[in-house]
């Protein structure tokens, strides 16, 4: 059981994501919304690279030799990096936004000028 | 000879006809000749620049250009009237809010589990 | 957004040495120790953002500007792309291949498993972290850099 | 010489990538010292792209797949482990190269002369190469976690150029709401993955599909994988961010915006074809006597979506009053019929009862021939009318058609281009998308008469939706406000004239693309063992 509480958190947290997205207004909450999906997803990712008395995946020479996957390490790292570029994008975007609606409300946003 | 005619003609068979665009483009060559000796027949009459080629409204007087071109909004009045109840609801699926859009994603994918991760 | 108190504007100055160091190292050990080349550039970033906001970006703004980040930028991704690139010359004309391990062109960086902390392993992977760190420490600070100043100018109005 | 080729066929999957990105991150460069040399450098790019494109295409349709590992020699460490990133290109990866460099090689020439007004125009050549790099990278890539990371490199570059028109707020909103779409959809995706991997621990597609069994996670990975990839493909009723993101981007970049949505159903095709092909054929569910087959599971889902898809885009398109918007919604349809083959095609699948291999009718294999023709059909149609839409607003600043009129007398280029492309998108003969629409109807039909019915009438919806373009935007009298405008600049002439000619071409000898072209693709996409084979 307690092995699943990782499991459970990155479930709770892909779907706190998710309402945020869809029932908030404000355009940071929505980015920070997707932030919280994405550090589910990341949290998956490290918890299937979990094993038990697992060191990190560093070679010392001695000691044990029973280290965590390293593959989903580096799959976090480019999901992390990935991430970054696209909230940097998002916050640019939302500062042209407030520029030319005066507004972060996600419902005034968008129409067309004519 | 019957067979090699039909690898010619045959370009693209479907299963239960064939389509050559040659052919096509033969046909519709002679109906565009068909046509031209058609116009040949017509009254010699005409004249460019005369008051007959102006536009009949009626009698009225014809309207600035602006005014006599045809909007695109008005165009296929009809079908969109005759829709109206349909197009309603397609305004209201189309709101432009970016989280209505995750909310059909969202709807879809647990609509798709529920076929295929429960059947 | 204008700089904060001289208190503040000290205590940056003297932390940014320090995290900048922290940052380099990270960098250059990528190879040995967890890390690498986005962890320490996105540390030495930050430092650099910690700088931006102590002391104001119109200040910053006078400094450093965004079009010689950008070129930097360049720089790090050209460096990474190009030792991709250079596997398809050297050795066994893979690219992405690690030429500079097992060779004898240029031997210093030919003594993987020889010694654990040594820097000079791993053939590429260093000159690789480099190339990333470098993108980083620039992509991001321009990233910071230009929407400070981009929220100047809205304030300002 | 012949070694160089040589050479340069081995490593084409890779420099295929590659060049576009070392081209990038030159442009900025090379913009400091002129810009004549930097659109003439990135056109040098994207042609040396194509003409890889063209060598690695030819090799694959005649030899078969060509897989590349990065960093080393052998997909296998120890014989076991499949841990190397690899490109694997078979029939269907080297037929979606083929439309992406032909969409890429229009867009760059063609943005020439119609970006030349803006400022910025670095970060616009460096996006765009990006963009197609990453376009290229998710169509031939063959492990899972490349797929998701070229992914999001074409969603990011394709946002930021979205938004490229900063000055126009609708511009920019579109932008956000196309990353907000994508990084959700991308997220799902990876969660998708990570599944996948905590299963089978790899991230290799062919060694995936080799060891796939179909658990209750593997369904829960179809499901997140076919609609994150059917999102970012637009497919209705997740289609909306298309019309404001095709409509209010730089028609330039909305032409290799069509490559990216269609290399997403190419993922689309790949998930559902070659990693869970093993399974097609497995009875899921017995309902009475009849066996309900996984195929035909999914063919009934698709072909829902895609009678959903055509439908509402057309009836949308119609309603329309802004140029690139109607072309948008118009091209949400075309989606809704290569959906809909395809859905015809695995519906037919079946076990052969004496060999035990899964076999496809005849009907299912015309579908399939019709819808892959008519993925390459669409991106130059719909491709070729955005140009056109893009040269009108370049000549006259509107995009509005009740502002437009009478434009026919001025620009005669563009005219004939955009009848070209309205024949085609409607399917009149003896323009391209006339045959690949006869084999769908003719296809569906054996499934079910409405379905092609409803394909036909939508059909002829659409030749309505583009009369009205026509009409409003080039007949009518010589309107006083568009007195002085000019034919559009040479550069864009010759990037929708390139489509044109394509698509002409297509149009007047199909049965030499689909015997060349399309069969090998057919089969390739069929052939999940190949694919497994490619690697193993």
């Known amino acids: 059981m307690i092995y699943n509480i990782p499991y459970i958190a990155v479930v709770g947290l892909i779907l706190i994501g998710l309402a945020a997205v869809i029932f908030k207004r404000n355009l940071i909450k929505i980015v920070i919304g997707i932030t919280i999906i994405e550090s589910g997803v990341n949290l998956f990712l490290i918890t299937l690279a979990f094993r038990e008395n697992s060191t990190a995946p560093i070679y010392h020479g001695t000691g044990s030799r029973l280290m965590s996957l390293p593959v989903p390490h580096a799959l976090t790292l480019t999901s992390i990096v990935i991430g970054v570029a696209v909230l940097a994008l998002m916050l640019t975007l939302i500062i042209h936004i407030y520029r030319h609606y005066k507004t972060l409300d996600v419902r005034k946003i968008g129409g067309d000028e004519e | 000879m019957i067979l090699i005619i039909d690898s010619i003609l045959k370009t693209l068979t479907t299963g239960s006809g064939f389509w050559n665009p040659l052919v096509w483009i033969f046909t519709i060559a002679i109906v565009l000749l068909l046509m031209y000796i058609l116009r040949g027949f017509g009254n010699k009459g005409y004249k460019e620049g005369t008051e007959q080629t102006k536009s009949f409204l009626s009698g009225n007087e014809e309207y600035e250009k602006e005014k006599m071109h045809v909007k695109a909004s008005n165009v296929y009045w009809g079908f969109l009237e005759t829709f109206r109840w349909l197009y309603k609801r397609f305004d209201k699926m189309h709101t432009g809010n970016v989280s209505d859009y995750v909310l059909w994603f969202v709807v879809i994918m647990g609509i798709l589990f529920l076929i295929i991760g429960v059947i | ?108 960086f030919n003594e993987i498993g020889k010694g654990l902390a040594n820097i000079n392993t791993a053939g590429v992977l260093p000159l690789m972290n480099f190339a990333v760190g470098l993108k980083v420490i620039a992509g991001l600070f321009a990233i910071v850099l230009v929407m400070a100043y981009a929220t100047r100018l809205s304030e300002g109005k | 010489m012949s070694d160089i080729l040589n050479t340069l066929l081995y490593h084409s999957p890779a420099l295929i990538v590659a060049v576009p990105l070392l081209g990038a991150f030159l442009t900025p460069l090379i913009g400091k010292i002129n810009d004549k040399l930097r659109n003439i450098f990135a056109i040098v790019i994207v042609l040396i792209t194509s003409f890889l494109v063209y060598l690695l295409v030819s090799d694959v349709f005649s030899n078969g797949i060509r897989t590349y590992v990065f960093g080393g020699s052998s997909p296998l460490v120890n014989n076991s482990f499949a841990v190397r990133i690899l490109f694997e290109v078979d029939g269907l990866n080297a037929f979606m190269a083929i439309i992406a460099s032909i969409l890429a090689i229009a867009g760059v020439i063609y943005s020439w002369s119609f970006m030349k007004e803006n400022t910025g125009l670095d970060k616009y050549y460096t996006l765009i190469l990006l963009m197609i790099a990453g376009m290229f990278g998710m169509i031939l890539t063959g492990d899972m976690f490349n797929f998701f990371v070229f992914l999001e490199i074409t969603s990011i570059a394709s946002c930021a150029l979205i938004a490229f028109r900063t000055n126009q707020g609708s511009a920019v909103d579109a932008g956000f709401k196309y990353i907000v779409i994508s990084s959700i959809g991308a997220l799902f995706i990876l969660f998708a993955i990570g599944i996948l991997y905590s299963q089978y621990n790899a991230l290799n597609m062919a060694v995936i599909a080799n060891s796939i069994s179909y658990g209750f996670l593997d369904k829960i990975a179809l499901v997140l994988l076919i609609s994150g990839l059917a999102m970012k493909a637009g497919i209705v009723p997740m289609h909306m961010w298309l019309p404001d993101a095709y409509g209010r981007a730089p028609s330039s970049v909305t032409l290799i915006l069509i490559g990216t949505t269609q290399a997403s159903l ?215 406000k568009f007195k002085d405008v000019k034919e559009v600049p040479k550069s864009m002439i010759l990037g929708m004239g390139i489509i044109a000619c394509i698509i002409i071409f297509f149009g007047l000898f199909p049965n030499l693309i689909l015997d060349n072209i399309i069969d090998p693709v057919a089969r390739a996409i069929f052939d999940y063992s190949a694919y497994i084979g490619g690697v193993l």
């Open chain 4, 266 to 480: 190419y993922g689309v095709l790949r998930v559902i074809f070659s990693i869970y092909g093993k399974h097609l054929t497995l009875p899921v569910k017995t309902i009475g006597d009849t066996n309900l087959s996984l195929s035909a599971l999914i063919g009934i889902i698709l072909i829902s979506f895609a009678l959903l898809t055509i439908l509402i885009g057309v009836l949308m398109a119609l309603k329309q009053n802004d140029f690139k918007k109607m072309i948008a919604f118009a091209a949400v349809g075309e989606i809704g019929y290569m959906l809909l083959a395809f859905g015809a095609a695995i519906t037919s699948i079946s076990t052969d009862p004496l060999t035990g291999s899964t076999i496809l009718a005849t009907h299912g294999e015309v579908a399939l021939k019709g819808g892959i023709f008519h993925i390459i059909n669409d991106a130059l149609d719909v491709g070729l009318l955005f140009l056109v839409a893009g040269a009108i607003y370049y000549a006259t600043k509107h995009s509005s058609l009740n502002k437009l009129g009478g434009l026919a007398r001025n620009m005669k280029y563009t005219t004939i281009f955009f009848i070209i492309g309205l024949l085609a998108v409607a399917g009149i003969p003896p323009m391209n998308g006339y045959v690949s629409k006869l084999l769908i109807y003719q296809s569906t039909f054996q499934v079910n008469p409405i379905l092609s019915i409803i394909a036909i009438l939508c059909s002829i919806l659409l030749l309505a939706v583009f009369v009205k373009v026509f009409h409003s935007a080039f007949l009518g009298p010589k309107l006083p």
């Open chain 3, 1 to 108: 957004m204008m700089g904060m108190s001289k208190i503040v504007k000290t205590i940056a100055s003297i932390a940014f040495p320090l995290s900048m160091i922290y940052g380099l190292y990270v960098i250059a050990h990528g190879h040995l120790t967890p890390g690498g080349g986005f962890q320490g550039g996105a540390i030495v970033a930050s430092a650099c953002a910690m700088i931006l906001v102590a002391f104001g970006s119109v200040w910053t703004m006078g400094k450093i500007k965004e079009k010689h980040l950008s070129v930097l930028e360049s720089l790090g991704a050209l460096g990474f792309i190009g030792l991709a690139f250079f596997g398809l010359i050297y050795g066994i004309n893979i690219f992405f291949n690690n030429f500079l391990v097992n060779q004898n062109v240029i031997p210093i």
